[in-house]
């Protein structure tokens, strides 16, 4: 598989708009579906496929009809916050581990024999 990096930044909206119908065009040919198929999934005509497959721009509740019908939902996964903890307040609780097991308090019975 070739590995190449997308310098998003480099990239124009309508070159980026480009790559994301490029993306779902290959995906559907790799499914082998029809633009007529996906659009009767996504609940959209078949001409807002034609058009984001072309490289124009659609709106975001289409592209996510999109990929739903293309069972692609997983590639939004990078829009998931993750809360993430600061390094001061790690370090706090790190401190507050405990670094050693206490011994049970000894009784009688314990030192007593059963035989």
């Given at each position: 598989m070739e590995n190449t990096t997308i310098e998003w930044l480099s990239m124009s909206d309508k070159s980026i708009i480009a790559t994301v119908g490029e993306y779902i065009k290959h995906q559907r040919l790799i499914q082998?579906?029809?633009?007529?198929?996906?659009?009767?999934?996504?609940?959209?005509?078949?001409?807002?496929?034609?058009?984001?497959?072309?490289g124009d721009p659609?709106?975001?509740t289409s592209l996510i009809q999109i990929l739903r019908a293309l069972n692609l939902?997983?590639?939004?996964?990078?829009?998931?916050?993750?809360?993430?903890?600061?390094?001061?307040?790690?370090?706090?609780?790190?401190?507050?581990?405990?670094?050693?097991?206490?011994?049970?308090?000894?009784?009688?019975?314990?030192?007593k024999s059963k035989w």
């Open positions: 082998n579906k029809t633009q007529a198929t996906i659009a009767e999934i996504a609940g959209i005509n078949r001409w807002t496929l034609s058009k984001v497959e072309n659609i709106s975001l939902l997983e590639v939004l996964n990078i829009f998931k916050i993750e809360s993430q903890i600061s390094p001061l307040k790690l370090a706090k609780l790190e401190k507050q581990k405990r670094q050693r097991a206490s011994t049970a308090p000894e009784t009688e019975n314990q030192h």
